[in-house]
């Protein structure tokens, strides 16, 4: 299995402060193998951003290149760029204004640790002021478009469909995101890598709904934190605060559902002599309108699940290889199989063998294309299904099916040595032989 380095890049813009000017002077870059700690927070509420890095062994001209303090914030600056991942796949992951820097012996140690303290967007936060009138009919983008063009590097990210044009003349004097926390306060307002963006509360970052499970980097088990849901997993540079997620955990299935992410933290060490986790931390919040909620009340069922033993057969086939012990028919597979593989022809329709609602539509590694259906609690356990392998899929999270409904297409993804379907069926996360719900093929 090929392994990727962990890799990062710094980038940092010296220069000099003119009240709101800034006049780039110097340029410095600081990647691997120069070790590197970092710690960084963003989100969907209106705060700055924030970084802590720490890079060691810098040289002292870097480091005195780099030094920032009190005494002369109000002259110079240093604006950072923070890229990391993996091998060449490095996205930014962070930008901002440096706001503290020090070099330091620590801990009676030989090594020079220099620590960042920056944040994002510090010209938009502290010195973005409006001052203007604007006629009826303007509109959001219009009155953002104007509040960012003097505030150096932030621009317009998206903006909620939702928000109608002003209904009448309206004049905006003050510091600009108290104005627009007055103006649009039922809507979330942040800026995330230099881009202002305001949220409804349906709305989603566009982009690719991303699947978080035990498979794609999980760790642990999903956690209730009061009207929120947190959970860890491994280093993800993509993700943004907004964007949309699925969680799928074996553990506590009753998480399992779609999600807005309202908080990251990133955090770990990249270093050629030190070893240990990138851990990427998130808290999720339910999306309105979604049916399930999180208290143990909506854990009956809600979609009218059939019961055990009365299941139609998802797709018309032969079973290729049946549920339990096995031999791996491919590298990677498991020999214990936790569902039954049913051999079809490729596009063969996969129908819902019972009603229930999608909960994840996405690549699962090994699994490739997959649809999980919830079908509430059954005989007191709660049950889901899985249709792995697929082609494609025909639904949507958060839809719900009712029996005979076609929901996929019979396919060859992921760990896959033809066209076939795996099936599956799990009882509070474990998996159990599909034949008690759907009988013999």
């Not at 998130?282 to 208290?295: F, H, N, V």
Request: neutral net charge.
């Amino acid at each position: 299995m090929l392994k990727l380095q962990r890799n990062y890049r710094a980038e940092f813009e010296i220069g000099e402060r003119h009240g709101l000017d800034l006049i780039p002077r110097d340029k410095l870059t600081v990647s691997y193998p120069f070790s590197c700690q970092f710690h960084i927070s963003s989100g969907t509420y209106q705060t700055q951003n924030q970084g802590v890095f720490q890079l060691v062994n810098l040289s002292r001209n870097d480091q005195a290149r780099l030094w920032l303090d009190m005494w002369n914030f109000g002259k110079k600056y240093i604006y950072m760029k923070f890229y990391a991942g993996y091998g060449e796949n490095m996205p930014l992951v962070f930008s901002g204004y440096i706001q503290n820097c020090t070099s330091e012996k620590q801990g009676g140690s030989t090594e020079f640790i220099t620590e960042i303290l920056a944040s994002a967007s510090t010209e938009f936060y502290e010195y973005g002021f409006l001052n203007a009138t604007f006629t009826k009919g303007t509109t959001l983008k219009d009155i953002l478009g104007l509040a960012t063009s003097g505030s150096g590097k932030i621009s317009v990210g998206y903006i909620t469909p939702d928000i109608e044009p002003l209904p009448r003349n309206k004049t905006f004097i003050g510091q600009t995101l108290d104005l627009l926390g007055r103006e649009y306060g039922g809507y979330n307002i942040f800026v995330d890598n230099d881009e202002i963006n305001i949220l409804g509360d349906k709305d989603l970052i566009p982009g690719e709904v991303l699947v978080i499970s035990d498979e794609s980097g999980l760790l642990g088990s999903p956690r209730r934190a009061n009207a929120y849901v947190e959970c860890d997993m491994l280093f993800e540079p993509q993700i943004r605060a907004g964007q949309g997620v699925t969680l799928l955990s074996y553990s506590q299935t009753w998480l399992n559902q779609s999600y807005r992410v309202v908080k990251i933290e990133h955090k770990g060490v990249i270093s050629p002599v030190v070893s240990g986790k990138l851990i990427t931390s998130l808290t999720l919040s339910i999306l309105p309108g979604d049916a399930r909620t999180l208290t143990k009340a909506t854990q009956t069922v809600q979609s009218g699940g059939a019961t055990s033993g009365q299941w139609q057969k998802p797709v018309q086939g032969r079973v290729s290889s049946p549920f339990g012990r096995r031999t791996a028919p491919i590298s990677g597979a498991s020999t214990n199989h936790s569902g039954m593989d049913i051999a079809a022809n490729m596009n063969t329709p996969v129908n819902a063998p019972a009603n229930g609602k999608v909960i994840t539509t996405g690549w699962i590694k090994g699994y490739g294309k997959t649809i999980i259906i919830d079908h509430g609690v059954i005989n007191g356990k709660k049950v889901t299904s899985l249709y792995g392998h697929l082609n494609n899929w025909l639904v949507n999270p958060g839809q719900n099916v009712y029996t005979g409904n076609q929901i996929g297409l019979v396919g060859s993804t992921g760990n896959s040595t033809g066209p076939h379907l795996h099936f599956e069926v799990r009882e509070d996360g474990t998996a159990v032989n599909p034949t008690k719900y759907i009988g013999n093929y």
